[in-house]
């Protein structure tokens, strides 16, 4: 006889373990399905994402700093990088937040299968375990299957010569010596930066015209000109051919050339640096270069992952990309099915999702909360300089028939900037000249990640850039950087 729940969330990433604890708070008993071996959960960005990566790149900014200790008075002999170290306290970070969120699980009286969950019917769901099958009935379910990365033809992983993130962060005791990075959106740029920092030869294409398209225009040119003085070798407005592609005993070979405008016009609105990137692959011209390197990195593609769901059991629409059909609260086509995470599409980003999945569950609940907004999903690269924004450029402003004011305040303003040794980048916002209302910020330098999250939280209350200004912020802080920038959208910043 099937087990009953309220819900049952198919998926244990951050689009499905988070709105299983909100459902939970909110009365209903959740059953969560996931598939990852070992039944870990946190999804992609947990166990071969954002933690481990970001773990990898704190070992590089530590890296950075000792080599720069001298500059503050601190002299440091021989500095080095042991990778397996690092390796290892990564792997550290990624269980101690494994048992944190399976103790959630249990505090939350949330029922876990390892298994593989699909539909027999919209409420009746089948688990597939090692041992056995069981079956569910839900009141409701909520699909939060994620997205994997996706091989190119004729890049195919080997996870040796062709690589992908997941193959970066599982490496237990080596690292490249050399690597081509083929694309420049987040992922790329970070694994740009973080080789760089450990002693890799790098080098980055990007078919586009520029780094990190899908930033803002002067974003991109400050991490080129970051990424130039760090060595890192960067071709834009190229294009790699994956037929050239040769695999030697030493690394791999492949052919670039210059990308063609039609190509480039092709490509551009498709995905972007939070979703579904296009790789900057294509037919190379006969007097084109040849990259060679220890391997390639495919930082480009992922796919969502719906194919064990069997979703012709049930009325969900899906797109021809693989994306799930749903309305702003979620909800898709099959009454009492909802999606969220990078199944549904928009920005393919782990607070995305959860956000995405506490408001399907409070809209199944009965509950009343805001639909989704996209403009208020905080885009953060960690790469050195960080890069953090959200909402409209100025440009997209503009096209959406905004009367658009902008300011730009540079880190070199910032006492604590200097204090710590990053004087580089700048804070941007772009505001309505007609209400006062924040569009967008678009940030590059020191802790921008971070900062950015009081710009988040202005948009969602509606604030303006005056009544930023007006709030009083630390001396000396990083968070001055908005301030100013804010007293700056009037011409009223101060130390500029």
Same mark, same amino acid.
């Given at each position: 006889?099937?087990?009953?729940?309220?819900? *049952?969330?198919?998926?244990?990433?951050?689009?499905?373990?988070?709105?299983?604890?909100?459902?939970?708070?909110?009365?209903?008993?959740?059953?969560?399905?996931?598939?990852?071996?070992?039944?870990?959960?946190?999804?992609?960005?947990?166990?071969?994402?954002?933690?481990?990566?970001?773990?990898?790149?704190?070992?590089?900014?530590?890296?950075?700093?000792?080599?720069?200790?001298?500059?503050? +008075?601190?002299?440091?002999? +021989?500095?080095?990088?042991?990778?397996?170290?690092?390796?290892?306290?990564?792997?550290?970070?990624?269980?101690?937040?494994?048992?944190?969120?399976?103790?959630?699980?249990?505090?939350?009286?949330?029922?876990?299968?390892?298994?593989?969950?699909?539909?027999?019917?919209?409420?009746?769901?089948?688990?597939?375990?090692?041992?056995?099958?069981?079956?569910?009935?839900?009141?409701?379910?909520?699909?939060?299957?994620?997205?994997?990365?996706?091989?190119?033809?004729?890049?195919?992983?080997?996870?040796?010569?062709?690589?992908?993130?997941?193959?970066?962060?599982?490496?237990?005791?080596?690292?490249?010596?050399?690597?081509?990075?083929?694309?420049?959106?987040?992922?790329?740029?970070?694994?740009?930066?973080?080789?760089?920092?450990?002693?890799?030869?790098?080098?980055?294409?990007?078919?586009?015209?520029?780094? *990190?398209?899908?930033?803002?225009?002067?974003?991109?040119?400050?991490?080129?000109?970051?990424?130039?003085?760090?060595?890192?070798?960067?071709?834009?407005?190229?294009?790699?051919?994956?037929?050239?592609?040769?695999?030697?005993?030493?690394?791999?070979?492949?052919?670039?050339?210059?990308? +063609?405008?039609?190509?480039?016009?092709?490509?551009?609105?498709?995905?972007?640096?939070?979703?579904?990137?296009?790789?900057?692959?294509?037919?190379?011209?006969?007097?084109?270069?040849?990259?060679?390197?220890?391997?390639?990195?495919?930082?480009?593609?992922?796919?969502?992952?719906?194919?064990?769901?069997?979703?012709?059991?049930?009325?969900?629409?899906?797109?021809?990309?693989?994306?799930?059909?749903?309305?702003?609260?979620?909800?898709?086509?099959?009454?009492?099915?909802?999606?969220?995470?990078?199944?549904?599409?928009?920005?393919?980003?782990?607070?995305?999702?959860?956000?995405? +999945?506490?408001?399907?569950?409070?809209?199944?609940?009965?509950?009343?909360?805001?639909?989704?907004?996209?403009?208020?999903?905080?885009?953060?690269?960690?790469?050195?300089?960080?890069?953090?924004?959200?909402?409209?450029?100025?440009?997209?402003?503009?096209?959406?028939?905004?009367? *658009?004011?902008?300011?730009?305040?540079?880190?070199?303003?910032?006492?604590?900037?200097?204090?710590?040794?990053?004087?580089?980048?700048?804070?941007?916002?772009?505001?309505?000249?007609?209400?006062?209302?924040?569009?967008?910020?678009?940030?590059?330098?020191?802790?921008?990640?971070?900062?950015?999250?009081?710009? *988040?939280?202005?948009?969602?209350?509606?604030?303006?850039?005056?009544?930023?200004?007006?709030?009083?912020?630390?001396?000396?802080?990083?968070?001055?950087?908005?301030?100013?920038?804010?007293?700056?959208?009037?011409?009223?910043?101060?130390?500029?």
């Amino acid at each position: 006889m099937a087990e009953k729940f309220d819900l *049952v969330v198919i998926g244990g990433g951050n689009g499905g373990y988070i709105p299983a604890i909100r459902a939970s708070q909110l009365g209903m008993s959740v059953a969560l399905i996931e598939k990852r071996e070992g039944g870990h959960l946190g999804g992609t960005c947990l166990n071969v994402g954002c933690i481990p990566t970001k773990a990898l790149l704190q070992t590089a900014a530590m890296l950075n700093e000792a080599r720069h200790g001298e500059e503050f +008075g601190v002299k440091v002999g +021989g500095v080095e990088l042991d990778y397996e170290q690092a390796a290892s306290r990564k792997d550290q970070v990624v269980g101690q937040l494994r048992k944190g969120v399976q103790g959630l699980m249990r505090k939350n009286k949330i029922q876990v299968y390892n298994g593989v969950g699909s539909f027999i019917k919209p409420k009746k769901i089948k688990v597939e375990l090692e041992d056995g099958e069981e079956e569910l009935e839900a009141g409701n379910v909520l699909i939060s299957t994620g997205s994997a990365v996706s091989s190119l033809p004729g890049l195919e992983f080997d996870g040796e010569k062709v690589i992908s993130s997941d193959d970066v962060v599982n490496m237990k005791d080596h690292y490249p010596e050399s690597v081509i990075i083929l694309g420049s959106g987040a992922v790329g740029v970070e694994f740009a930066s973080m080789y760089n920092d450990f002693g890799t030869e790098v080098t980055v294409v990007e078919m586009l015209d520029r780094l *990190v398209p899908a930033e803002d225009p002067e974003i991109s040119t400050e991490i080129q000109k970051s990424f130039d003085n760090r060595g890192i070798h960067i071709l834009t407005s190229t294009m790699a051919d994956p037929e050239s592609l040769e695999k030697t005993d030493s690394g791999v070979k492949i052919k670039v050339s210059a990308a +063609g405008q039609g190509e480039k016009e092709e490509m551009q609105g498709e995905g972007g640096s939070y979703g579904e990137e296009d790789a900057p692959t294509g037919d190379a011209d006969s007097d084109g270069d040849t990259l060679e390197a220890e391997c390639i990195l495919v930082a480009v593609g992922r796919k969502t992952v719906t194919e064990d769901l069997n979703l012709d059991a049930t009325s969900v629409e899906v797109s021809d990309r693989g994306i799930v059909q749903v309305d702003e609260f979620g909800q898709t086509a099959e009454d009492g099915v909802y999606a969220a995470g990078d199944v549904i599409g928009g920005y393919w980003l782990a607070h995305a999702a959860g956000h995405e +999945g506490i408001i399907a569950v409070e809209h199944m609940a009965g509950e009343n909360p805001m639909p989704m907004d996209q403009n208020l999903v905080p885009r953060v690269t960690f790469c050195r300089p960080e890069i953090a924004s959200f909402g409209l450029t100025k440009a997209q402003a503009e096209e959406e028939g905004y009367e *658009v004011k902008e300011s730009k305040f540079p880190f070199r303003a910032i006492g604590k900037a200097l204090i710590e040794g990053e004087p580089n980048g700048f804070f941007k916002i772009v505001a309505d000249a007609e209400t006062d209302l924040i569009l967008g910020m678009h940030a590059i330098g020191p802790k921008v990640t971070d900062l950015i999250a009081e710009g *988040v939280f202005a948009k969602l209350v509606e604030g303006t850039p005056q009544e930023i200004g007006m709030s009083i912020h630390a001396h000396p802080s990083l968070a001055e950087v908005v301030a100013e920038s804010a007293m700056a959208v009037d011409g009223h910043a101060i130390h500029f």
